[in-house]
Each structure stands twice: as structure tokens, then as C-alpha cells.
């Protein structure tokens, strides 16, 4: 009993304790006010240097209305407490301004959506990387990024930095231009949220759609994986065979029809390892497999 | 005008000083980058993969001017004019505009390139120890057949893709943007084809297909903001597409006489693929505090076949909810659902003779649920864990069960022969749950070590060749060292199964490895990663035994010889290093490299084969049914040096080594050397 008195008085001391400290620092906080970049740029030149040179530096004031002199408060908050503890880290007022790399991810990306309300970032509350934990931060360089969108390092790189098995499959033979930097992750992905998981759009079929387009039909004779997902004989990042496919055929096409050619009483016999059929892909006859206005075995 | 811009570019080097602010645009800053890059290109053997996405001529120079200014040319609206053109001279040109005049006008536009060889890619199995290739094709008609004539002829396939992108933005009042896009996609060029010559005897012929689509997008869209705290955005896209590609037609005595339908032609293919595509898209999102977001989702879709006449229908659905109070905890859930509808055109199965009875397309409907939340209890302890549901109702399906000769059950009758006696119709109905777990954990000196557990079950697949179970664990551990260095290392393994198949008893395993390690310093960086990936796929493989083409059906289905472990395993090693390091003197060096090595085979365990029919290679036993073993490699150096009394001009030195190598059959293996000096310089 005595043991659990003394930890409540020891647990409640402490968080008084956090709670005043807390306290003081807002109050100290809401007492700072606006000091303009020039103050900034006499400790951050290099970071204000960057900034006014960035697509960022330019649109704010452009865009927003925020002018320069403006600009590194409307993000890190008013500054003049910070710059009068002159780099005393001991001072109070100078943790009163807004570090990024210290906020929780939460905050981060508060901030950067006060802004930002296009239509690329309108599922992102719900998103994967918002699940995650991830801020805007992890992926973009607010000072001096790279590219449109102010990434820290190429689209691709940001990417693959975290998402490995799929940077080392884009290495492979059959694979979509990543590597040759024609296309980039976010072709097919929103890293910002999509309607399903991270595609650009609505389905994956959609989003293969988007360059292949002679293969979305409607066709009046349909190849049921085509319909209900590229991903059934495709694998995306990348693969040892040619198409992306995920096996090589014929045997990727047997492990759904089991023994094709069979019973025809026309045609020609079963698959046979020593006849035509096993020396060549099933796609050289049934050409147009991913659906045909005319054949219902899909030949040309 | 390529020559009008190399004369502006070299006269704007010589003319400008360095930090010099011309008074163009009336800007406070104007910029300009030029860089130009003089290079050597020596080629081996064949380019057709080595370069399969890369249609550059590397002839000479190839330049790149980047223009940016920005002031006030128009009263007190800051104005933007961003443009950019590279590859100059390099048959990839690629080129930007960005423009606006502060928050009311903004015009964007992009013109892209991409090159894809369509290379000869001939289809190896192992007879008698010994790799063969291609004997499919015939000589009779095309371009001729023979395999190296095609792998002379094939090696300058190739089609480009020229993509145009316009949008603009104007935002009438403070809280509504307007947007106009216009795209532009056009392909052409020639691909290597297989096409089938003699329908029913297994016969094909080597082509070449002539590629001619055009793509055009027009949309129109709006984004209007709500009260600070919400956000609504509308977009409307109308697509044509149309494939202009002149088909060859083959023309031959043999006649397809299950459909009777072709009449002794044998047109390649002889309706040209016309999409009409109307896109409607409805996003919301809101914020009503820091912690809590709503986000949500309408979509419809309308593809139209101009050949048919059929329509696919498509409406979309999806609403989000998220609270995330602090870093420490967020619990988020998604509701999605979609309709697939697609309406036949039974005025064209009557006017192509086509059995209208035998077609039912396959509409879908999908519900999905998903709950995820994520908390760290303790400072050095992540949890997290997701629960998805997902239902999916399949109309006018193939028969589940399909065990008959009798082609009326077998609805859907598109993708196997009618009478078979095949059981692996798609499902009507599927349920699928997905649980996944994961936790990290900080150790001491920052140790990180990750670890997550995946698990799918459902009760039925929706093809027989997809799993209804699969179990998979990953781990990765990320190790800080001192000096800037670390080092990462993650392996996943997963196994997954259909446990309710009558015919398969197929299974999938597959392992992953990488290891990786960097130093992270104040000069650069360097870092290096090792990957490995083992694939197999187990599964029944059934053939048949019989030499003539005319066999009874009684005689083939009585004959068949059953491998029980079809298997398909394929190894990738892929091995990546890349750094970059600023010496004194305003020297840097920088390289990459790429190593990559895919194995794939496909054994097969039956006795030797019958032996052949006529007109068939001389039979033998067949131990792989497609062998595969190719090397690609990528490396890469340069050189730059920045004076320092000179910041705006960086001089440099590059060279390139690509190289692609199949062991099995070496016909388009090939490599490249690439040698380029450079200057680049800023104003």
C-alpha cells in the first residue's frame, strides 16, 4: 500500500512537473513575434540561400502571397525568441521555434497541409503513408528540393529507398523504364493515397490502362484475368520473363488450363512436350489474349 | 530549329558574365542553364536489349538549357516563367513549360519521349541436353522465318511513344481553381509478331506488325477549398483512342471450321481496336482538427468499344476516417466498394456471325473493409496491425464445377475449348480476410529490428492458379555504426496455396534476402545493396501422349501423362552500389553500378516423349521447358570539377558501360561503351 502511495506521488509529481514546463514553453512561445528571414539568414544563410532559390521559395510569395521576408515564420512560427537566445540551446526561447526534424509527424504535416490542397494529396488522411507514420518530410525537401515536387532525392530514389525488393526487381531483364528514368514510381502510384492502396487509380486495371489502352476493351470475347486483374500473369516491378510475366509459357498458362487442346476433334491433340505446341508460347497463335472482337480463342 | 537553339545556347555562354541579372522579364532573378555534353558511343553487337527503352543516337552533343525567371512584369503579381528543353539533338528530345502569373494563372505543358525495341526474343527449351529454339515458325509467307534471319531482322524493331501534356490552372476566385488538360500520346514504329498462319495445325509465321495508336485526353476539373477545413475536387476526362496499325491479312485454304467464320481468309486481325472513355472522379477530404481526417471518393467510368459497340461500365465508391491524436497512436478505417457492368452488343454478334449464346461477359462487384490502427506503448516499441475484408460477386461466370462435354454450362466458353473436361471455371463468390501484425523495436545503441506477419485466407480463389491461403513473415534490422556508416539487412518468406483446388494442388514460395550497407558523410555518400529473391511455383502438369493431329478426343483424354510436380523456379541476384564524393579543388567523383543475374527453369520429370509426327523435329527428351539465365550490368563514372573562382561553370567527364548477356541463347546479347565531356554553366 505504502509502495503504491509513493509511486502515484512520485507519478503525479512528474507529470506537474512536465505539465508546468510545458506551459512555460507556450507561454514563451506565445510571446514571441515575427523577426523576417533577413534575421533567420544571419544563422541559417545557407538554408535561406536555398530556400529563396527553390521552386518553393518562389511560388509562396507568387502563390500565397507570402512574401520572403515572411516565409521561414509561416512555417517555423514567430521567431523572435529564438534568435534573441542567440544559439543558447539553455535559453527557453530557443526551443519556441517550430524544428521540424523535432516535431511529431502529425504536426509536420498539418503544417504543410494549411497550404496544400491539390487534388494528387486529397486522400492522403487516410493513406498508407499516413498510416505509417510518415511525414510530408520523409520524401520532400522543404529548403531545397529536387524536381516539381521538392523531393529530397530523385522520384525513383526516394522511393526505392524504403521500398527495396521492388528498386532491385526493376534491375531485372522484363521491366518498365524506371531504371532508364522514362518513367518514375509515381506513373502508376500516388504516394500521397489512392481509392486502392497507393494506385494512381481506381484499380490496377485502370492504372495499366493508362498507357495500355489497346488492352482495356471492352472486347466481345474476354480473357477472365484480364478483367479481373493484370497481376494474375503480370508482375509490375519487374521479372526474369519477357512481358513482366509472372512464369514462363507455356506452364504459366497450364496452371489454370490444365490440358489445353485436348478433345478437339480438329485440333491439334494435346500439349505434348514432344509436339509444335511445347516449342513455342501459346500467345504466338493465341495472339490477342487479352481479349479479341473476333476469336473465341483469341487468335488473330 | 535545332540549330537556332544550339546558336542561342553558344551565344548566351560566350555574352553572359558570371552573376549577371539581365533585364529580361523586368525579373528579379532570371536564370539559365546550359549544359552540353560531347560524346563518343561505341556499340556491339546486338542493341535490342541492352537498349530496349533507350533511343537516343548519342551523335556528337547532346544539349540542355534550362531558363527560369521570375518577377513583377504585370503590376504587383509575382509572374513565373520556367522552360526547359534536354536531349537536344539526341532523337529524345524532351522539353517543359512551366508559367503563371501569381495565384490566378498557371500554364503547364510536358513533351516526353520513350523508345521501346521490340526486340527478337526466341523461346529455348532443353532437348537432349541440348538448348533449341524457335520451331515454331515457318518460312512460307512474311518477311521469311528462318531463326537467324530473324535475329538479324528482329534487332531494329522498335516503337517510339510521344507523350504531349498541357493543363492549365485558373483560379477565379480565393477559394476555386479551375483546371484544362490536353494529352497527346502517340505511337509508332514496327514490333516483332508471331502470327498464326495455319489455323489448327499448330503452324505460325514470323511478322513484323506495324504500331500506329494515337491517344488524346481531354479534361476539365475543379478544386474548391471549404471553409479552410475541407476540400473538394472534380475532374472529367474524355479519352479516344484509336490503333491505326495497317495489319498484314495471311490468307490460306485452311478454314476454321468450329465457327466456320473465316471462310478460307485469315485476316490478322481485322477490327482495329477504337476506345471512347469517359472518366468522372470526386474527391473530399476534411480536417476538422489535426487528429481527425475524412476523406472520400466517387467515380464513374464509361469505356465504349467503337468495333462492337460494347460498353464497360464501372462506378467506384470509397470513404476514409482517421484519428491520429499524437505520433503515439492512429487508428484509421476504409470502406470501399465497386460495380462492374459491361453491356453487350448483340446487334454485332449477329452482324460477325458470332454466336450471341456463347457470350455473357463477366460483370463484378467488389466490397472491401479495412481497419488498421498503430500505438507505441513505449518509447522504443512500435505496433501496428491491419484486418481487411473483401467480398467479391462475379455474374455470368464459367460453370465452377465444369466436368461435361456439354459447351451450355460453360457460359463464359472464352479462353479454353468448349468441350473440355477442365474443372477451373472462376469463382462466382470469394471472401477474403487479410491480417497483418507488425512490431519494432529500438535496441540499445539504435539498433532497429523490424518484424511483421501476414496472413490471407479465403474460400475460394477466383482462378485456379491464385491462393486461398498464404502465410508470410518479414524481418529487417537497420544497424547504426559509427563515422556515418550502417548497415541494413532484411529476409521475408512467404508460402501460399490453393487449398480448395480439385485439379492443382499448386503452391507458391517465395524468399527474399537483402543485405545493404553505407557511409553517410559531410564530403558524400557511398552505399552498396545485395539482393536476392528465390521464386517457386509448384503445380500438376498434365500432357498428352498422342502423335497425330487427328486423334479422337476418346484416344487423348485416355492418354494423358501426368507430371505431379510442374515446377517453375526462378533466382534473382541483384547487386547495386552507388557514391558520390566531393574532393578539394572543387573536385567530384561519382559512379554507380548495377549487377543483375535472373535465372529461371521450368523442369519437367516425365520419361522420354513419344516420338514426334510428321513434320516435327526429331523427338528427344525434354528436361526444361524454358531455361533462362541472363546477366544485365550497368556501370557508370564521372568526374566534375567546379573552380572555385568560377561557381557558375562545372566542366566534367562521364563514362558508361552496359552490357546484357543471356546464357542460354546469346542472339541479342550485346553491349555498348559510352564516353561523354561535358560543360555546364549557370547565369
Known amino acids: ?300 | 530549329m535545332k540549330r537556332i537553339l544550339n546558336a542561342m545556347l553558344a551565344g548566351l555562354m560566350a555574352a553572359a558574365p558570371a552573376g549577371a541579372q539581365p533585364s529580361l522579364f523586368q525579373s528579379e532573378s532570371f536564370s539559365v542553364e546550359l549544359d552540353n555534353k560531347f560524346m563518343v558511343f561505341d556499340e556491339y553487337k546486338k542493341p535490342g536489349m541492352v537498349r530496349e527503352y533507350d533511343g537516343r543516337q548519342y551523335d556528337g552533343y547532346d544539349g540542355k538549357v534550362d531558363l527560369r525567371a521570375y518577377g513583377r512584369p504585370f503590376g504587383d503579381a509575382i509572374a513565373w516563367f520556367d522552360f526547359g528543353l534536354a536531349g537536344i539533338n539526341s532523337h529524345e528530345e524532351e522539353g517543359y513549360v512551366d508559367a503563371g502569373v501569381g495565384s490566378f494563372v498557371r500554364l503547364k505543358g510536358g513533351y516526353n519521349t520513350i523508345t521501346h525495341r521490340i526486340a527478337f526474343l526466341p523461346f529455348v527449351i532443353t532437348q537432349d541436353g541440348y538448348y533449341r529454339t524457335n520451331q515454331m515458325m515457318s518460312s512460307t509467307i512474311g518477311l521469311g522465318g528462318t531463326f537467324d534471319e530473324w535475329m538479324s531482322i528482329g534487332e531494329s524493331f522498335a516503337f517510339q511513344r510521344k507523350f504531349l501534356d498541357l493543363g492549365l490552372e485558373v483560379r477565379p476566385l480565393d477559394f476555386l481553381t479551375l483546371d484544362f488538360g490536353y494529352k497527346h500520346d502517340f505511337d509508332t514504329g514496327k514490333s516483332f509478331e508471331v502470327a498464326n498462319e495455319q489455323s489448327g495445325r499448330g503452324v505460325t509465321s514470323a511478322d513484323y506488325q506495324h504500331v500506329n495508336m494515337v491517344r488524346n485526353d481531354y479534361s476539365v476539373g475543379a478544386q474548391a477549398e471549404i471553409g479552410g477545413v475541407a476540400a473538394l475536387a472534380y475532374e472529367h476526362v474524355h479519352t479516344d483512342f484509336r490503333d491505326n496499325s495497317i495489319y498484314a491479312e495471311l490468307s490460306h485454304s485452311n478454314t476454321w471450321s468450329t465457327s466456320g467464320l473465316d471462310g478460307g481468309v485469315y485476316p490478322r486481325r481485322e477490327h482495329w481496336p477504337m476506345v471512347r472513355w469517359d472518366q468522372d472522379d470526386l474527391r473530399f477530404r476534411a480536417h476538422p482538427s489535426k487528429s481527425l481526417a475524412f476523406t472520400g471518393m466517387l467515380s464513374s467510368s464509361r469505356r465504349r468499344a467503337a468495333t462492337s459497340g460494347f460498353k464497360a461500365l464501372a462506378y467506384t465508391g470509397m470513404a476514409g476516417a482517421s484519428y491520429n491524436p499524437s505520433d503515439h497512436f492512429s487508428v484509421t478505417s476504409k470502406f470501399y466498394a465497386r460495380g462492374n457492368v459491361i453491356r453487350e452488343n448483340m446487334g454485332y454478334l449477329d452482324s460477325a456471325n458470332l454466336n450471341p449464346g456463347s457470350i455473357e461477359q463477366i460483370d463484378k462487384s467488389t466490397v472491401r473493409w479495412e481497419l488498421s490502427a498503430r500505438h507505441q506503448p513505449l518509447s522504443f516499441l512500435h505496433v501496428d496491425g491491419l484486418y481487411k475484408v473483401e467480398y467479391n460477386r462475379r455474374r455470368y461466370v464459367a460453370a465452377e464445377r465444369f466436368n461435361t462435354t456439354t459447351s451450355g454450362l460453360y457460359q463464359d466458353g472464352t479462353f479454353i475449348t468448349h468441350e473440355t473436361a477442365q474443372q477451373n471455371g472462376t469463382a462466382g463468390q470469394d471472401t477474403k480476410h487479410i491480417m497483418r501484425l507488425g512490431a519494432m523495436v529500438v535496441l540499445p545503441y539504435d539498433v532497429e529490428v523490424e518484424a511483421s506477419y501476414k496472413r490471407l485466407q479465403a474460400n475460394r480463389a477466383v482462378f485456379e492458379n491464385m491462393p486461398t491461403w498464404e502465410n508470410a513473415v518479414d524481418v529487417a534490422v537497420n544497424v547504426p555504426l559509427p563515422a556515418g556508416f550502417s548497415v541494413t539487412s532484411a529476409m521475408s518468406k512467404s508460402a501460399s496455396r490453393n487449398k480448395f483446388s480439385n485439379l492443382m494442388r499448386g503452391h507458391r514460395k517465395l524468399d527474399t534476402w537483402s543485405v545493404g550497407g553505407g557511409w553517410n558523410g559531410s564530403r558524400g555518400s557511398v552505399g552498396m545493396d545485395f539482393s536476392r529473391e528465390d521464386e517457386r511455383y509448384f503445380s500438376e502438369g498434365w500432357f498428352g501422349l498422342s502423335n497425330k493431329y487427328s486423334d479422337t478426343s476418346a484416344n487423348l483424354v485416355t492418354d494423358m501423362m501426368r507430371d505431379p510436380f510442374m515446377r517453375y523456379e526462378a533466382k534473382n541476384d541483384v547487386v547495386t552500389a552507388s557514391g558520390r564524393v566531393r574532393l578539394p579543388l572543387g573536385l567530384a567523383v561519382n559512379g554507380s553500378g548495377t549487377y543483375a543475374r535472373s535465372r529461371a527453369n521450368t523442369p519437367t520429370f516425365l520419361d522420354r516423349f513419344r516420338a514426334p509426327g510428321a513434320g516435327e523435329d526429331a523427338a528427344g527428351q525434354v528436361t526444361d521447358l524454358g531455361p533462362t539465365d541472363i546477366r544485365v550490368q550497368s556501370l557508370r563514372f564521372g568526374m566534375e570539377w567546379t573552380p572555385e573562382k568560377a561557381q557558375y561553370l562545372t566542366t566534367s567527364f562521364a563514362m558508361r558501360f552496359d552490357r546484357y548477356r543471356d546464357k542460354v541463347e546469346g542472339g541479342m546479347n550485346g553491349h555498348f561503351k559510352l564516353y561523354e565531356a561535358g560543360v555546364n554553366a549557370k547565369f
Open chain 1, 1 to 300: 500500500m505504502r509502495t503504491r502511495l509513493m509511486s502515484f506521488v512520485i507519478a503525479a509529481v512528474c507529470l506537474s512537473w512536465l505539465a508546468a514546463a510545458g506551459a512555460a514553453q507556450e507561454k514563451a512561445a506565445e510571446k514571441a513575434t515575427e523577426v523576417g528571414a533577413a534575421a533567420c539568414a544571419g544563422c541559417h544563410a545557407e538554408h535561406s540561400e536555398n530556400f529563396k532559390k527553390s521552386k518553393h521559395g518562389k511560388r509562396l510569395p507568387a502563390v500565397k502571397k507570402i512574401d520572403f521576408e515572411k516565409s521561414c515564420e509561416s512555417c517555423h512560427g514567430p521567431g523572435s525568441l529564438h534568435a534573441a537566445a542567440g544559439g543558447d540551446k539553455s535559453n527557453p526561447g530557443f526551443a519556441t521555434i517550430k524544428k521540424t526534424s523535432g516535431l511529431p509527424a502529425v504536426e509536420v504535416n498539418a503544417t504543410c497541409l494549411g497550404c496544400h490542397k491539390q487534388k494528387g494529396i486529397m486522400l492522403w488522411g487516410t493513406s498508407a503513408h499516413k498510416q505509417a507514420g510518415l511525414s510530408c518530410l520523409k520524401c520532400h525537401s522543404v529548403h531545397d528540393g529536387k524536381g516539381k515536387a521538392q523531393l529530397a532525392k530523385d522520384a525513383t530514389e526516394t522511393c526505392i529507398g524504403c521500398h527495396k525488393k521492388e528498386g532491385a526487381d526493376m534491375q531485372l531483364p522484363s521491366h518498365h523504364p524506371v531504371r532508364e528514368g522514362k518513367l518514375s514510381c509515381v506513373g502508376c502510384h500516388n504516394p500521397h493515397g489512392g481509392a486502392e492502396g497507393n494506385l494512381a487509380k481506381e484499380t490496377l486495371e485502370d492504372t495499366c490502362f493508362q498507357c495500355h489502352v489497346n488492352k482495356a476493351g471492352p472486347f466481345a470475347y474476354e480473357h477472365p484475368p484480364v478483367v479481373e486483374s493484370c497481376a494474375t500473369c503480370h508482375k509490375p516491378h519487374g521479372s526474369v520473363n519477357e512481358s513482366l510475366l509472372k512464369q514462363s509459357q507455356p506452364t504459366l498458362c497450364m496452371t489454370c488450363h490444365k490440358w489445353p487442346h485436348v478433345q478437339r476433334a480438329n485440333g491439334v491433340g494435346a500439349l505434348r512436350v514432344s509436339g509444335l505446341q511445347q516449342r513455342g508460347r501459346c500467345t504466338d497463335c493465341h495472339k490477342d489474349i487479352h481479349g479479341s472482337e473476333r476469336h473465341v480463342f483469341f487468335k488473330n
